[in-house]
């Protein structure tokens, strides 16, 4: 059975409540628990906003969101649901961290565009396959982008223990030789977590607006997600505008685990990311997949996970607090949109079996 998604738009109210709810239940269970709301959410601020390295923690934590949100964002508004933006951003990593510490001696520009080509075609490739068979088979891309996820993840480990360990690693690390010093990415503060990764983000951000708004690409995309059968009377081809829909969303995500290896860890890392993915479905919802609301949104997560870190470090609260949070954001920003799309469908196509929609 095919399953045709479309983007619905939610509500800047919707959005702000379904966050209000969930800051005020995390309040309730920190209440629950023997805690000050209000110090713990203080002390969040502290650590994500109030000075030069908490801001430079809450960059850190807000760019790979920026990339994992943004490919969210393009499967979404193209009509596709792409829940493989982690296995994309592990295969784009690997990619990336093998550029990197194969090549020796290349200029810095040459080497960091090089390893960033590599992540982007790592994520691309493993979007293709899901791509493919929903395009021109109608399998679901979300069950399949979802379980290729865990082979992704098993894959990168497989291949770092058995061909590209580093030398002398002791124990269960499973991570690969540092990349080349050329191809890292500059700090902003030397003092600090962030890194000039985040520029990149935001150009993607400002690419996708021009894309959306001002090429032929963009209003395909746009149409294949609103109404496919519209856009078929059009002319656009929509199997191949969703395989290059998904192709572009995996080579974002596939970014995002470029600027992770080049911005923070300086190799490939097993676990390297506290679900990445997930979180960036998250600020895509949360910005109606637009680049504004992405941009947004990704600097909203940015700072709870910032902040939680600091509350972690100075309070006996765990870092958990985000997780919860995050948590009770994704349930009520879920069904807020669900809702939605239930609304909004007319009632009508049920009982004539047509299909496709405005």
């Known amino acids: ?31 629950l628990s023997g805690h000050n709301p209000l110090d713990v959410y203080g002390t969040m ?35 596709m649901f792409n829940i493989g933006t982690e296995g994309q951003m592990f295969m784009g990593a690997f990619f990336s961290a093998w550029a990197g510490f194969t090549f020796h001696g290349l200029p810095p520009a040459v080497h960091i ?19 493919v068979i929903r395009a021109y088979f109608g399998a679901s891309e979300m069950v399949m982008t979802l379980m290729l996820n865990y082979v992704a993840t098993n894959l990168t480990d497989y291949l770092t223990r058995y061909h590209f360990l580093a030398t002398g690693v002791q124990g ?3 991570i690969t030789a540092e990349i080349a010093p050329e191809a890292r990415f500059a700090k902003i503060w030397a003092d600090g977590s962030a890194h000039y990764g985040v520029v990149l ?23 294949c997600g609103v109404n496919p059968d519209f856009a078929k009377c059009g002319g656009v081809n929509v199997p191949a505008t969703r395989i290059r829909i998904m192709l572009l969303s995996g080579a974002i995500a596939g970014l995002a685990g470029a600027t992770e290896v080049m911005g923070v860890v300086g190799r490939f890392m097993s676990g390297f990311s506290p679900d990445f993915g997930m979180d960036g ?37 765990s ?11 994704v349930t009520f920003i879920s069904c807020t949109y669900l809702a939605n799309m239930a609304f909004k ?4 196509k049920a009982d004539t079996g047509a299909e496709g929609g405005t």
């Open 45 to 79: 601020i502290d650590g994500s906003l109030m000075s030069r390295f908490s801001l430079a923690s809450t960059i850190r934590w807000t760019t790979p969101l920026l990339f994992t949100g943004l490919a969210a964002a393009v499967a979404l508004r193209g009509g």
């Open 281 to 317: 479905m998250v600020v895509a919802l949360m910005g109606n997949s637009t680049p504004i609301g992405v941009l947004l949104g990704a600097f909203f997560l940015g700072i709870v996970k910032a902040g939680a870190l600091q509350v972690e470090r100075v309070t006996d609260v």
């Open 1 to 31: 059975m095919n399953f045709d998604f479309k983007p619905q738009k939610m509500s800047a109210k919707a959005i702000v409540g379904a966050i209000v709810v969930s800051f005020v239940l995390g309040s309730l269970i920190l209440a």
């Open 345 to 348: 469908r007319p009632k009508h």
């Open 113 to 131: 565009g090089l390893c960033l080509i590599a992540g982007a075609l790592g994520g691309a490739l493993w979007a293709l396959f899901p791509a």
């Open 319 to 329: 870092r958990s607090l985000a997780m919860v949070l995050q948590g009770l954001m």
């Open 201 to 223: 983000g935001l150009i993607c951000i400002a690419l996708f607006w021009f894309m959306v708004h001002k090429t032929k690409f963009g209003y395909e995309l746009h149409i």
């Open 172 to 174: 269960h690390s499973l």
